[in-house]
T-cell receptor, first 117, second 111 residues
Framework: DTGVSQDPRHKITKRGQNVTFRCDPI?????LYWYRQTLGQGPEFLTY????????KSRLLSDRFSAERPKGSFSTLEIQRTEQGDSAMYLC???????????????FGPGTRLTVL | KNQVEQSPQSLIILEGKNCTLQ??????????LRWYKQDTGRGPVSLTI?????NTKSNGRYTATLDADTKQSSLHITASQLSDSASYIC??????????FGTGTRLQVFP
């Protein structure tokens, strides 16, 4: 296993179209996170999963955004009716939470760069 | 409001020189502080993770310090190399595993 992978790496779409991104975490990592990063800014938390359960969603995640992790392995992030403001890098990260607590190292994927025309 | 602020915004140094990046945070409850390196167009890579009881942590030529009383951290890079050119992001974790990212310091190392 070489790390967290994301697909596609780049996506160009027209405003109003739907897009779906995929993230494959490191094998046996039980937590998976989605972040959004705009140019010149740090990543912003969107949502995270513990196995297949979505435990928290940021208020940044509008109704047009939906994330799933159906079998507790890979995850998808769908954006419906894309807007130009959705243009950003979408990052996925995974971690192995062995014990309760927050100090788990998160490993990031290379990201999917979305451009909405 | 939970915030992480970094300075300087950008920095240019010559290869072989040392540099120090600063981070101030107002995150509560505080759990840990991390430094990440992010190459252009790539995902962040973890350099160090420190809990409130740790004052310093090293990873090769990278040394991070933490003062939990003043809520400040620094990342010191020794004997810089061209490959150190990247953005360095200070990240604070709260007690729910959520990470709050700074906007980063863009470091450029020239020969």
């Amino acid at each position: 296993d070489t790390g967290v992978s994301q697909d596609p790496r780049h996506k160009i779409t027209k405003r109003g179209q739907n897009v779906t991104f995929r993230c494959d975490p490191i094998s046996e990592h039980n937590r998976l996170y989605w972040y959004r990063q705009t140019l010149g800014q740090g990543p912003e938390f969107l949502t995270y999963f513990q196995n297949e359960a979505q435990l928290e969603k940021s208020r940044l995640l509008s109704d047009r955004f939906s994330a799933e992790r159906p079998k507790g392995s890979f995850s998808t992030l769908e954006i419906q009716r894309t807007e130009q403001g959705d243009s950003a890098m979408y990052l996925c990260a995974s971690s192995l939470a062995r014990v309760p607590g927050p100090n788990n190292e998160q490993f990031f994927g290379p990201g999917t760069r979305l451009t909405v025309l | 409001k939970n915030q992480v602020e970094q300075s300087p915004q950008s920095l240019i140094i010559l290869e072989g020189k040392n540099c120090t990046l600063q981070c101030n945070y107002t995150v509560s409850p505080f759990s840990n502080l991390r430094w990440y390196k992010q190459d252009t167009g790539r995902g962040p890579v973890s350099l160090t993770i420190m809990t409130f009881s740790e004052n310093t942590k090293s990873n090769g030529r990278y040394t991070a310090t933490l003062d939990a009383d003043t809520k400040q951290s620094s990342l010191h890079i020794t004997a810089s190399q061209l490959s150190d050119s990247a953005s360095y992001i200070c990240v604070v974790g709260d007690d729910t595993d959520k990470l709050i990212f700074g906007t980063g310091t863009r470091l450029q190392v020239f020969p």
